[in-house]
């Protein structure tokens, strides 16, 4: 979902931009994972212990169970990956709970909304730290090619204004 987003952080941004820069941004993206990881994994072992206190056996198996294929991009990938696992460990323990009519419907169905929620919204965050990153290494290498570039100009027609100037003493002595 964000691999595109993480790769540029971990490759583009380090590439375009400074080392500096890089390392501020993944400070920041590596925050966001680690507290939605350690979110997940509180609600996961809450409900484990819930399932547990009403002799509720946590493992159940699925019919249809689906397997995907990831790509992975870069470390950060790996990290987020281990986010949806544990969500997916998590909705494992809710099903059972739901199953078992320890929590209703309504609870269930606002679970899963929540926790989806919030991974995509870790996602668009992720993504959108990546786009403004990379926007701003850019800028930024615009700016200093630009100011590079203008320099020498600079530096010639100050050398013409004083050749011309030079001329015009010479010429009134």
């Not at 952080?9 to 350690?38: C, H, K, Y």
């Amino acid at each position: 979902m964000c691999a595109n987003a993480l790769f540029s952080l971990s490759v583009v941004l380090r590439f375009i931009g400074t080392e500096e820069q890089a390392q501020e941004v993944d400070a920041m993206v590596d925050t966001l994972i680690n507290q939605a990881l350690e979110g997940i994994q509180k609600e996961s072992l809450r409900l484990k212990e819930i399932a547990e206190s009403n002799g509720i056996e946590t493992t159940i198996g699925y019919t249809s169970a689906k397997t995907v294929d990831v790509q992975i991009t870069s470390p950060r990938s790996i990290k987020y990956l281990a986010i949806i696992r544990e969500f997916d460990g998590m909705m494992s323990n809710m099903d059972a709970l739901w199953l078992s009519c320890v929590i209703t419907d309504t609870q269930y169905a606002r679970g899963v909304y929540e926790w989806k929620r919030r991974i995509l919204r870790l996602a668009g965050q992720i993504r959108q730290i990546a786009t403004r990153a990379v926007l701003a290494a850019r800028r930024k290498e615009t700016s200093e090619a630009v100011a590079e570039a203008s320099e020498p100009q600079i530096a010639e027609t100050d050398k013409s204004a004083l050749e011309t100037a030079k001329d015009k003493l010479t010429e009134a002595e």
